[in-house]
C-alpha cells in the first residue's frame, strides 16, 4: 500500500494547507504592490502628498495705526466736510446702546383648555442661554416648568395650561435673570 492511498484525510489537509499559504502569499503580494502604488506606505510619496495638502499661515507683520477720526456713522448720515471756522470742535455724542433685550412672541392668542401655546423669540447675543419661562399668577411671577435654550439667536418652546382666562407668560435668562416681554394668551 502507497502512504497516499493510506490516508486520505491527511493528504487532503496537507492541500488544502499548501493552497491556503499559496493565496495568501499572492494576496500579501498584491497588497503591498497596491499600497506602494497608492501611496499609503508612509514613505516619501505620502509625506510629499501630506505637504502639498498642508495649510499655509503667512508669518504675522505689523499694521499702521489708522490716522482719521474713529468714528462710524449712522446709516444715511453722512459726515460734513471740515470748515474753516473758528468756532470750537463740537464733541462727539455717544449713542447710548440699548441693553440686550429678550423679544418674545405667543404663537396663538386665544386656545381651548390643555392646546399647545407656541412661544417663539429672539435674544441677541444670547447664545447658549437658558430661559425660564414664567406666569403671572396670585400677582407675582412663577416658574413654569418649561425651559428653553438659546440658539443662533432664537429660542422656541411651547407650553399647555388648562387655568381659564387670560394668562400671562415671560421668559427670563437663568444666569443674567434679564426678562423679556410678556405675551397674553386667553384659555377658554
Known sequence: MDDGEGRPVLTGLLALVGVAVAVGLILGVVALVGTKV????????????????????????????????????????????????????????????????????????????????????VYPGGEGAILQVQRFTSGAWTDFPVTASVSNQTFSTYVQTSQAGVNRFRVVDTDTKLESNEVKVTVG
Do not use: F, R, W
Open 38 to 121: 497608492l501611496g499609503l506606505d508612509g514613505g516619501a510619496g505620502a509625506s510629499q502628498a501630506a505637504a502639498e495638502h498642508s495649510m499655509y499661515l503667512p508669518k504675522p507683520s505689523k499694521t499702521q495705526a489708522p490716522s482719521g477720526p474713529l468714528i462710524t456713522l449712522a446709516p444715511g448720515q453722512t459726515q460734513s466736510p471740515s470748515s474753516g471756522s473758528s468756532q470750537p470742535a463740537q464733541k462727539p455724542t455717544k449713542k447710548k446702546t440699548p441693553k440686550t433685550q429678550i423679544s418674545l412672541s405667543a404663537g396663538e392668542t386665544s386656545v381651548g383648555p390643555m392646546q399647545q401655546i407656541d412661544l417663539t423669540g
